[in-house]
């Protein structure tokens, strides 16, 4: 399975936020770049950087995305406030192996097909946000009526071939996945899948491994150290 450790920024720094709100933010790396470089050191595969103020439209932290993409020489994929093409081929540009998108999904899936015509399906991602399966947009800011289960069949009818699915009641908690919820996910979605939101140990990731789950995204569980990278890598 495909452990991918979480950089995310918000005013120009790694942090970790409980349940997504801003406002409560735990500050692992003043510099990006150095979390970056240490999950490389780590034998990391892949990394997920997100652009928590550009998720939610308070500013943007693309600098320090350039000076991420200039440091590692692993693959990384972007997503926060991605909502456009040019977004994502300016994402791209910067050396993303590939964008992941989320609102844009929900409310502009003609911009979604555009994206997935001008760069493939290998290269754009869509995170599905939920509180459960009732899916959450704008940096989890705002509810919706749409479930994860009929809204991911719609998207694999787009193209879509990778999902990320995030329980938000659960990230950044350390409280463990609702692994009926992942089930649920898995058995309605038949392509490449992402999950994160809660994982707390190596119980967890082996879990998701027991569900077919094909990636996991993990952040405050191996900065504070309950999960040793080396070991899934």
Aim: proline letters at 3%; hydrophobic letters at 50%; charged letters at 20%.
């Amino acid at each position: 399975m495909l452990v991918i450790p979480a950089v995310d920024i918000q005013s120009g720094r790694a942090v970790r936020l409980f349940e997504g709100d801003p406002s409560q933010e735990t500050v692992y790396y003043e510099n990006p770049v150095e979390a970056a470089l240490h999950w490389q050191a780590q034998g990391a595969h892949m990394l997920h950087l997100v652009d928590l103020d550009a998720a939610t439209g308070r500013g943007e932290n693309r600098a320090v995305l350039r000076e991420v993409a200039a440091a590692v020489t692993i693959p990384f994929e972007v997503g926060g406030g991605v909502r456009s093409v040019e977004a994502a081929r300016e994402m791209l540009a910067l050396g993303a192996h590939r964008v992941v998108v989320g609102t844009v999904a929900v409310k502009a899936p003609e911009v979604l097909g555009q994206m997935l015509a001008a760069f493939g399906a290998e290269r754009v991602v869509v995170s599905l946000d939920a509180r459960g399966l009732e899916v959450v947009i704008s940096g989890w800011a705002e509810q919706t009526a749409l479930s994860v289960k009929s809204l991911s069949q719609q998207l694999w009818d787009r193209g879509v071939r990778t999902l990320i699915y995030t329980d938000v009641r659960r990230d950044g908690t350390l409280a463990g996945l609702d692994l009926a919820v992942v089930r649920e996910v898995r058995a309605v979605w038949p392509g490449f899948l992402i999950a994160g939101g809660g994982i707390a140990s190596d119980a967890d990731l082996e879990a998701l491994q027991n569900l077919g789950v094909e990636g996991a995204i993990t952040g405050k569980a191996i900065y504070e150290g309950r999960i040793d990278l080396k070991k899934w890598v």
